[in-house]
T-cell receptor, first 109, second 115 residues
Framework: GQNIDQPTEMTATEGAIVQINCTYQ??????LFWYQQHAGEAPTFLSY????GLEEKGRFSSFLSRSKGYSYLLLKELQMKDSASYLC??????????FGAGTTVTVRA | SQTIHQWPATLVQPVGSPLSLECTVE??????LYWYRQAAGRGLQLLFY??????ISSEVPQNLSASRPQDRQFILSSKKLLLSDSGFYLC??????????????FGSGTQLSVL
């Protein structure tokens, strides 16, 4: 199975940058996903990493180091609408996706 | 394009009553289907997943069951609800290969309160 750890909460100012770290332990790694979830809503896909390195998508970037069991999601130029929970999820070799508990990001004006 | 429908959006049920949540996917064939539960302040817990009609894998022992009577229909059931069954239930689908490459797409969720 997987063991996925990420911080519970983070707070940042509008326009700033925030980095959400995720560490994982898995018996068979087959990809790492980041999802965004606003309160009371379903998660929506943000990014996917299967090889080491940085994937950039506009204001959001995600990094993966498989040897370290580590990923981060970088949110730049924070906007109020970015206030949400960010979920790190690891896929195993059987294509099952396991989620971390999520990091609640609060953006302040 | 593909869409996923999940209903109802909210449900309040007494302890000991039955449960049936339904999920359907449109615009694709032979999707992988999933039921997740999210307790307040906690991560998503995989309950069941299915790779084809009649093929159900259970991830955790519980008083819930799942069925897939049709290719794009996934049903979560219980004969007798417990207080601990309260939570946010999410149906999701994925598919092998491009263009979605096994990304999970979620339904809008059902907030279940067992009283």
């Amino acid at each position: 199975g997987q063991n996925i750890d990420q911080p519970t909460e983070m707070t940042a100012t509008e326009g700033a940058i925030v980095q959400i770290n995720c560490t994982y332990q898995t018996s068979g790694f087959n990809g790492l996903f980041w999802y965004q979830q606003h309160a009371g809503e379903a998660p929506t896909f943000l990014s996917y990493n299967v090889l080491d390195g940085l994937e950039e998508k506009g204001r959001f970037s995600s990094f993966l180091s498989r040897s370290k069991g580590y990923s981060y999601l970088l949110l730049k130029e924070l906007q109020m609408k970015d206030s949400a929970s960010y979920l790190c999820a690891v896929r195993d070799i059987y294509y099952k996706l396991s989620f971390g508990a999520g990091t609640t990001v609060t953006v302040r004006a | 394009s593909q869409t996923i429908h999940q209903w109802p959006a909210t449900l309040v049920q007494p302890v000991g009553s039955p449960l049936s949540l339904e999920c359907t996917v449109e615009g694709t064939s032979n999707p992988n289907l999933y039921w997740y539960r999210q307790a307040a302040g906690r991560g998503l817990q995989l309950l069941f997943y299915s790779v084809g009609i009649g093929q159900i894998s259970s991830e955790v022992p519980q008083n819930l069951s799942a069925s897939r009577p049709q290719d794009r229909q996934f049903i979560l059931s219980s004969k007798k609800l417990l207080l601990s069954d309260s939570g946010f239930y999410l149906c999701a689908w994925s598919q092998w290969g491009p263009p979605t490459n096994e990304k999970l797409f979620f339904g809008s969720g059902t907030q279940l309160s067992v009283l």
